[in-house]
Structure formats: structure tokens, C-alpha cells
């Protein structure tokens, strides 16, 4: 079974600095997709960024990007540029890559609750 | 516009009594599924469906139920066999040819709480 796990449950920059969120994860799969959701206090969750494990350039996303190494097994988002409407909850997200069709089933991290400060 | 739309926003529940939770999508996705949101824990998977009249357990389906009569809807209720029920319930969609791009889509939630 696949575990995902963020290590910082909460962290605090103030608006317009860099900050840097971890995730490790573990699987016994080659092929898989890995995840960022953003869950603002309205609770929504919004993707952020993605990366699939085949490749070996990192995802960006406008001022997100992600470190992604797969030797180690670690993903972690860098959010530059902070701003306020950063403020939210930061999952980190495992799926596999499946041939046949059918759900995709997310196994998601502890989270880390960022906020960021004016 | 398309989504999905989880209703009611706020649930109350008396002990012994069984509660049920909407959730509808018009996306006309095949998947759909439910996730508890505890504070500290993430997300994790209670039920999901993959068609219409087949669903399978997740990591903590005990004390919860399922159906997925139509495509469109999967409900989701917590029975008395809960014994810790209050949470944030989230619903979730996914097509599953498409499932890289926008990997599942997310309602609003549903803050369940024991009176």
C-alpha cells in the first residue's frame, strides 16, 4: 500500500517570500502521479500542480513548482512570490497509473496548514 | 456550470440515528467518491464507485453505507455503527479517461456533528 506524508503540520512566511512545503511518500510502483491540492478556509479543494513520475522535469505552474525526486521519494511544492491568498491547507496526493480503466483512487497526505502573513 | 454539489453544508446527528449525505454531479463522470476530513489526518477514502450499481470499501468503511443507483448521484450515509462520526465529509468525481488532467473533482463538503 502506498503512504504519503507531510511532515510539517504548520508553517508561516510573511507575503512575498519564498517557502517550501515537503512531502515523502512510498510505493512499490513505477508509474504514478503526484499531487498538490490547495484547500483554502472555504474548504474547496483546488488542484495545484501535478507531475507524473515518468518524467524528470519538474512541474511549474506559474509561481508554483515542485522538487520532485524520485530516487529519494520526495515531492515537496515551492511557492514563490508568497501571498496572502495563499493562506490554506496544502495536501499532497499519491495515484497510480492504471492501464485498465476505472477509479483513481488518491491517497493523500497529513496536510501542512500554511499562512501567510502581511 | 458542471459540478458537483453536496448538500446539506452543516448536518446534525442525534446518537443511534442514521444520517444521510447528497452528493450530485453533472459532469458525467463514472467515478465518484467519498472522503472524512479529520483535522491532522488528511483525506481518507470511505467509499467509491466506479458504475452504476458497484461501488467498493475504502481504508474506513465501517459504520458507513453507500449507493449508486444513478450515475449522477452517490450517496453516502453514516449509520449509529459510527461511533465517531463528526467530520468533514468530502464528495469527489473523476472520469476515468481523463483522470491525469483533473484528477478528481471536489464538492463543497458536509460538516457533519453529533448533537
Known amino acids: 500500500a502506498q503512504t504519503v506524508t507531510q511532515s510539517q503540520p504548520e508553517m508561516s512566511v510573511q507575503e512575498a517570500e519564498t517557502v517550501t512545503l515537503s512531502c515523502t511518500y512510498d510505493?512499490?510502483?513505477?508509474?504514478?502521479?503526484l499531487f498538490w491540492y490547495k484547500q483554502p478556509p472555504s474548504r474547496q479543494m483546488i488542484l495545484v500542480i501535478r507531475q507524473e513520475a515518468y518524467k524528470q522535469q519538474n512541474a511549474t505552474e506559474n509561481r508554483f513548482s515542485v522538487n520532485f525526486q524520485k530516487a529519494a521519494k520526495s515531492f515537496s511544492l515551492k511557492i514563490s512570490d508568497s501571498q496572502l491568498g495563499d493562506t490554506a491547507m496544502y495536501f499532497c496526493a499519491f495515484m497510480k497509473l492504471s492501464i485498465i480503466q476505472g477509479a483513481q483512487k488518491l491517497v493523500f497526505g497529513q496536510g501542512t496548514r500554511l499562512t501567510i502573513n502581511p | 456550470d458542471g459540478g458537483i454539489t453536496q448538500s446539506p453544508k452543516y448536518l446534525f446527528r442525534k446518537e443511534g440515528q442514521n444520517v444521510t449525505l447528497s452528493c450530485e454531479q453533472n459532469l458525467n463522470h463514472d467515478a465518484m467518491y467519498w472522503y472524512r476530513q479529520d483535522p491532522g489526518q488528511g483525506l481518507r477514502l470511505i467509499y467509491y464507485s466506479q458504475i452504476v450499481n458497484d461501488f467498493q470499501k475504502g481504508d474506513i468503511a465501517e459504520g458507513y453505507s453507500v449507493s449508486r443507483e444513478k450515475k449522477e448521484s452517490f450517496p453516502l450515509t453514516v449509520t449509529s455503527a459510527q461511533k465517531n462520526p463528526t467530520a468533514f465529509y468530502l464528495c469527489?468525481?473523476?472520469?476515468?479517461?481523463?483522470?491525469?488532467?483533473?484528477?478528481?473533482?471536489f464538492g463543497d463538503g458536509t460538516r457533519l456533528s453529533i448533537l
Open positions: 510505493t512499490s510502483e513505477s508509474n504514478y502521479y
Open positions: 469527489a468525481s473523476s472520469s476515468t479517461w481523463d483522470s491525469v488532467e483533473q484528477p478528481q473533482h
